[in-house]
Protein backbone atom coordinates (compact mmCIF):
# COMPACT_ATOMS: atom_id res chain seq x y z
CA UNK A 1 0.00 0.00 0.00
CA UNK A 2 1.33 3.37 -0.76
CA UNK A 3 0.12 5.99 1.23
CA UNK A 4 0.17 10.20 0.78
CA UNK A 5 -0.46 12.62 4.05
CA UNK A 6 -2.16 15.94 3.34
CA UNK A 7 -3.14 18.77 5.35
CA UNK A 8 -0.45 20.31 7.27
CA UNK A 9 0.06 23.78 7.80
CA UNK A 10 0.13 26.80 9.76
CA UNK A 11 -2.29 27.34 12.41
CA UNK A 12 -2.60 29.55 15.47
CA UNK A 13 -2.51 28.19 19.11
CA UNK A 14 -6.26 27.05 20.01
CA UNK A 15 -7.08 26.14 15.86
CA UNK A 16 -7.86 23.09 14.03
CA UNK A 17 -6.42 21.18 11.13
CA UNK A 18 -7.35 18.28 9.62
CA UNK A 19 -5.10 15.72 8.45
CA UNK A 20 -5.89 13.57 5.43
CA UNK A 21 -3.90 10.09 4.34
CA UNK A 22 -5.23 8.58 0.93
CA UNK A 23 -4.06 5.10 0.59
CA UNK A 24 -3.89 2.91 -2.45
CA UNK A 25 -4.93 -0.34 -3.15
CA UNK A 26 -7.79 -2.59 -2.72
CA UNK A 27 -7.10 -4.11 0.56
CA UNK A 28 -7.19 -1.04 2.51
CA UNK A 29 -10.15 -1.92 5.04
CA UNK A 30 -7.45 -4.66 6.38
CA UNK A 31 -4.92 -2.43 7.04
CA UNK A 32 -4.33 -0.96 11.09
CA UNK A 33 -3.73 2.79 10.42
CA UNK A 34 -1.49 4.98 12.30
CA UNK A 35 -0.69 8.62 12.40
CA UNK A 36 2.64 9.32 14.38
CA UNK A 37 4.58 12.79 14.40
CA UNK A 38 8.38 14.09 14.94
CA UNK A 39 9.20 16.77 16.16
CA UNK A 40 13.14 18.65 15.39
CA UNK A 41 15.54 16.36 17.45
CA UNK A 42 13.03 14.20 18.92
CA UNK A 43 11.85 10.31 18.15
CA UNK A 44 8.61 9.53 16.37
CA UNK A 45 6.05 9.28 18.38
CA UNK A 46 2.35 7.82 18.29
CA UNK A 47 -0.38 9.44 18.06
CA UNK A 48 -3.38 7.92 16.99
CA UNK A 49 -4.54 4.60 15.67
CA UNK A 50 -7.63 3.09 14.47
CA UNK A 51 -8.62 -0.96 13.52
CA UNK A 52 -9.79 -2.11 10.36
CA UNK A 53 -13.33 -1.60 11.08
CA UNK A 54 -13.06 1.70 12.53
CA UNK A 55 -14.52 0.59 15.34
CA UNK A 56 -11.68 0.34 18.06
CA UNK A 57 -8.97 3.91 18.27
CA UNK A 58 -6.34 4.58 20.46
CA UNK A 59 -5.09 7.87 21.28
CA UNK A 60 -1.45 9.02 22.66
CA UNK A 61 -2.55 10.94 26.37
CA UNK A 62 -1.49 13.85 25.34
CA UNK A 63 -3.49 14.34 22.21
CA UNK A 64 -6.91 12.58 23.82
CA UNK A 65 -9.72 14.49 23.67
CA UNK A 66 -8.25 16.93 21.06
CA UNK A 67 -7.59 14.52 18.10
CA UNK A 68 -9.86 12.32 16.54
CA UNK A 69 -8.75 9.63 14.08
CA UNK A 70 -11.56 8.24 11.54
CA UNK A 71 -11.22 6.15 8.45
CA UNK A 72 -13.47 5.30 4.76
CA UNK A 73 -12.79 2.14 4.01
CA UNK A 74 -14.75 3.20 1.34
CA UNK A 75 -12.76 5.73 -0.02
CA UNK A 76 -9.29 4.40 1.10
CA UNK A 77 -8.97 7.31 3.24
CA UNK A 78 -7.85 7.78 6.88
CA UNK A 79 -7.98 11.35 9.09
CA UNK A 80 -6.80 13.27 12.13
CA UNK A 81 -9.09 15.78 13.54
CA UNK A 82 -6.80 17.98 15.37
CA UNK A 83 -8.77 20.57 17.83
CA UNK A 84 -7.31 23.07 20.50
CA UNK A 85 -3.51 22.77 19.22
CA UNK A 86 -1.20 23.69 20.97
CA UNK A 87 2.44 24.85 20.24
CA UNK A 88 3.86 21.49 21.53
CA UNK A 89 1.88 19.15 18.53
CA UNK A 90 4.33 20.97 16.34
CA UNK A 91 5.74 18.40 14.17
CA UNK A 92 5.92 16.73 10.79
CA UNK A 93 2.75 14.36 11.09
CA UNK A 94 2.69 10.63 9.21
CA UNK A 95 0.15 8.37 8.09
CA UNK A 96 1.36 4.62 9.02
CA UNK A 97 -0.45 1.10 7.65
CA UNK A 98 0.22 -1.89 8.55
CA UNK A 99 -2.46 -5.27 8.35
CA UNK A 100 -0.48 -7.57 11.09
CA UNK A 101 -0.13 -5.46 13.97
CA UNK A 102 -1.69 -6.75 17.49
CA UNK A 103 -3.17 -4.67 19.71
CA UNK A 104 -0.09 -4.41 22.19
CA UNK A 105 2.22 -2.75 19.18
CA UNK A 106 -0.44 -0.20 18.40
CA UNK A 107 1.56 2.21 19.30
CA UNK A 108 5.25 1.34 18.40
CA UNK A 109 6.49 2.99 15.00
CA UNK A 110 9.10 -0.14 13.91
CA UNK A 111 5.62 -2.19 13.95
CA UNK A 112 4.13 -0.97 10.96
CA UNK A 113 5.40 -1.23 7.54
CA UNK A 114 3.94 1.29 5.27
CA UNK A 115 4.58 5.21 5.91
CA UNK A 116 3.28 8.51 3.83
CA UNK A 117 5.99 11.01 3.28
CA UNK A 118 4.70 13.18 5.78
CA UNK A 119 2.56 16.69 6.65
CA UNK A 120 4.35 20.10 8.50
CA UNK A 121 2.23 20.71 10.99
CA UNK A 122 2.97 23.97 12.87
CA UNK A 123 1.45 25.88 15.40
CA UNK A 124 2.35 29.44 16.74
CA UNK A 125 2.08 31.01 19.99
Known amino acids: VQLQASGGGLVQAGGSLRLSCAAS????????MGWFRQAPGKEREFVAAIRRSGGITYYADSVKGRFTISRDNAKNMVYLQMNSLKPEDTAVYYCAADPNIIMSDTTTPARYDYWGQGTQVTVSS
Open 25 to 32: GRTFSRYV
